[in-house]
């Protein structure tokens, strides 16, 4: 079952800008750009489903998380410095606000996800709902075959019925 699926709405337009820049030969240029991606890396360690978003020089108050269903939504902003009588001679840092979806599986327990920022990065731990951790299932041997209780179906007398093994 899977955990996450990744969605950046902004992919297919972020490399039209970048293949446009490209073609007229702005590779760099003296002026910032708005940013073009979160970083992420995700995996499973145990009981917990882990990301890491790389986030630098964004303001912490700036991030956004929300859940809504299977979908989580996490939202930054990074801002243009405001300096007086700064003549700025290159500009080429990211700025902006930006946003990342991720589709998580029914396996995760997103009323317990913790969220964590430190140096540049904010990390996500979703626990991994107990009803789907992996668990190990006792076979006792038993010296004569046991009686299972059939369940009565609508229309069926409500007798008990016994089925040996």
Do not use: C
């Amino acid at each position: 079952m899977a955990m996450l699926t990744a969605y950046d709405p902004f992919a297919a337009t972020n490399a039209a800008f970048r293949a446009l820049d490209q073609l007229t030969g702005r590779g760099g240029g003296l002026t910032a750009r708005p940013l073009s991606g979160m970083p992420m890396d995700a995996y499973r360690v145990g009981d917990n489903f882990v990301a890491h978003f790389d986030l630098p020089g964004v303001d912490p108050g700036s991030i956004d998380l929300q859940v809504e269903g299977t979908t989580l939504t996490v939202t930054a902003e990074r801002s243009v410095p405001q300096l007086e009588n700064a003549e700025w001679a290159i500009a080429e840092r990211p700025y902006g606000s930006y946003t990342r979806q991720l589709v998580l599986g029914r396996s995760l327990d997103t009323d317990r996800l913790e969220a964590h920022y430190h140096d540049g990065v904010l990390t996500l731990s979703i626990p991994v709902a107990e009803k789907a951790r992996a668990r190990k299932i006792n076979v006792t041997r038993a010296d004569t075959p046991t009686a299972v209780e059939g369940r009565t179906i609508e229309g069926e007398s409500s007798e008990r019925r016994s089925v040996e093994s």
